[in-house]
């Protein structure tokens, strides 16, 4: 029988909702670098354009769902690469903890920039 | 009979000069991965002064948000650094791609040419996008 190499955690759910994100985020990046780059130019930009743009709510919804999927998939991703390189015990728990404060402070201030644009109260 | 296998830190630079295809398509999936992860942060971080500019009652064109991304893109450094964020998020995507299908199990066989394929359109998509990325910077 072949032994077990890989440094993932056996039966481990993050594994697969690191692919989960990962198809979901080469069509939304892709699409995401298409409109801001080559439909609309970045040098082109107004607070009135975003503006209108967020306030659909299917644009929005879409951008929430990629911030909050760009966030676990860059941070998982960065803690499994760490992980990789031999992080092990005490630093790997603060470097984990760290690592999730990180993506908290990120989501918060994406959906408080995302709700200024659309109009909607932020409570935070 | 199973057979014990060390195969080391396999994630030692050091020993670059015998990696394999793969081993490069690894460590350029990383690289991208974060530069990409610590543009997110930046990019939030620059996109945050919509706050301030959507609580006043600035004109238009002349909020913080508005002038801060007009002064940013008017610098030939920053559309430079567009473009490699395109190359790096493009290779990251593609790559992705090959990754995805190695771990369904298609084109084991030929995940070598997959890699050089990525690089070689992420070389093409990449140089193509340059003159509309540093359209009227000049």
């Known amino acids: 029988m072949a032994e077990h190499y890989s440094s993932f955690t056996k039966g481990g759910r993050l594994w697969l909702w690191q692919r989960i994100t990962a198809a979901f985020l080469v069509v939304v990046l892709a699409f995401h670098f298409f409109l801001l780059h080559f439909v609309h130019h970045a040098d082109e930009v107004t607070l009135a354009m975003s503006q209108s743009r967020m306030e659909t709510l299917s644009y929005y919804s879409l951008m929430i769902l990629f911030l909050v999927t760009a966030t676990f998939h860059g941070v998982n991703g960065v803690y499994n690469a760490l992980v990789n390189q031999g992080l092990t015990g005490t630093k790997r728990q603060a470097v984990k903890w760290t690592l999730v404060a990180a993506s908290v402070v990120l989501l918060v201030q994406g959906v408080r920039t995302a709700n200024a644009w659309a109009g909607y109260t932020t409570f935070f | ?138």
């Open chain 2, 1 to 138: 009979m199973s057979q014990s296998y060390n195969r080391g830190l396999i994630e030692d630079f050091g020993r670059w000069r015998e990696f394999s295809a793969g081993m490069w398509a690894w460590v350029f999936h990383k690289f991208t991965g974060w530069v990409l992860v610590g543009y997110l942060f930046t990019h939030i971080a620059v996109l945050s002064t919509a706050i301030p500019a959507s609580q006043g009652d600035a004109a238009a064109g002349a909020d913080v948000y508005t002038t801060t991304i007009v002064a940013l893109e008017s610098l030939l450094v920053v559309r430079i650094l567009e473009v490699g964020l395109l190359a790096v998020a493009v290779f990251h995507i593609l790559n992705g791609l090959r990754l995805l299908l190695v771990d369904l199990g298609i084109g084991l066989e030929s995940q070598d040419k997959s890699f050089y394929a990525s690089l070689i359109l992420t070389g093409a998509i990449t140089v193509a996008s340059v003159p509309t990325f540093l359209a009227g910077v000049f």
